[in-house]
């Protein structure tokens, strides 16, 4: 095991090299709950989001430099299994359908949005993907100047999949039924508002937003692949004046809370969903700079963010009302970008 003795890993932190990150990092905790960084495995370079698959045991780590993803399996360390492209540029999210049967991922250079069929037996693709890219620019001209897919999610009903596209302020919904390919739009998202991480309820009746370039959350109602908004709210204090943009959203198990990270504000927004409308719970300082990833840990009552700027990894207890009590756990892990467990 990776670290002194008594400490055993329990989360990983992908980084960024041009933040001076060398792979994945493992945070360790020991029985006594004292926290320590070990030697990162350098073999998954730039690993800014992945996902992992149950069926197989894979972990799906994008290298948003190298325009590919790793495949990878942990057993007494790292090892990684396959290598493939992602046919574009940056890819930044990946995502599994319920059946482990397709992968799709978000290149945000290129703005393409890439599906692979995904081998049964081995969980690794077959043959090359189908790519879908949007048409058109936003206001914004230093971010929007063409597409900029951020995000692909795979719907409630399982027959669609949803392209999240910062530069062209859509979401797309694409059929995934034999012999569909029809894509339809979702969602035209207010101009300049960058939209950029989608999660649907577990209920699969509503979907939240977090526009990148407006910090604001959206409720949806969902209807079939269309995403009809029933409230908007500002992701940042009302005094607040400053610079901030939207960054990573999730829902805890049940569903009755929502967090989103504001980078600049530098904090961690928590609202209540009541299955009707959203209420603002909380805003808290995130413990470092640029909050880029959270990762909610509900049976051990934490939450962990990742912080890009600061090379940070800060700790949050999760208390029995859904708000967020800080700790003074603070973790360097440079280039801080992500987190997951193994």
Not at 177 to 201: D, K, Q
Not at 265 to 277: E, K, W
Request: net charge negative; with cysteine; proline share 6%.
């Amino acid at each position: 095991m990776i670290g002194a003795a008594g400490y055993t890993a329990t989360l990983w932190a992908g980084s960024y090299a041009s933040r001076g990150g060398c792979g994945l990092y493992p945070l360790l905790r020991a029985g006594s709950g004292l926290w320590q960084v070990g030697a990162p495995f350098e073999g998954a370079q730039n690993a800014s989001f992945g996902v992992r698959s149950s069926r197989h045991g894979h972990q799906y780590l994008v290298d948003e430099q190298g325009g590919a993803i790793g495949v990878y399996r942990h057993d007494r360390g790292w090892k990684q299994i396959a290598r493939f492209a992602t046919g574009g540029t940056e890819p930044c999210y990946v995502a599994l359908d319920p059946g482990e049967t397709r992968l799709a991922v978000a290149n945000y250079g290129s703005g393409t949005a890439a599906l692979f069929a995904l081998d049964p037996a081995t969980g690794l693709p077959i043959g090359a993907p189908d790519l879908r890219i949007n048409i058109g620019s936003g206001p914004n001209a230093d971010r929007q100047e063409g597409p900029h897919a951020h995000c692909v999610v795979f719907g409630p009903a399982r027959d669609w999949l949803h392209h999240v596209d910062l530069g062209t302020d859509q979401i797309t919904a694409t059929s995934l039924a034999a012999g569909g390919g029809e894509a339809r739009c979702a969602f035209a998202a207010p101009p300049g508002s960058g939209p950029r991480h989608l999660v649907f309820h577990p209920s699969g009746a509503f979907a939240f937003l977090v526009s990148e370039l407006a910090s604001t959350l959206t409720l949806f109602d969902v209807d079939g692949p269309l995403l009809r908004p029933r409230q908007c709210l500002s992701t940042l204090p009302g005094s607040y004046a400053g610079e901030s943009l939207g960054g990573h959203i999730g829902l805890n198990a049940a569903g009755d809370r929502v967090y989103v990270t504001n980078r600049g504000h530098d904090s961690v927004a928590s609202f209540a969903f009541d299955g009707a409308q959203l209420s603002l719970r909380q805003h808290l300082p995130s413990g470092g700079r640029s909050p880029r990833f959270f990762l909610l840990c509900e049976a051990e009552r934490w939450m962990f963010v990742a912080h890009e700027e600061s090379g940070t990894v800060t700790g949050f207890r999760l208390r029995s009302d859904g708000t967020l009590e800080p700790t003074d756990l603070a973790l360097a892990v440079p280039g801080a970008v992500t987190l997951f467990t193994a």
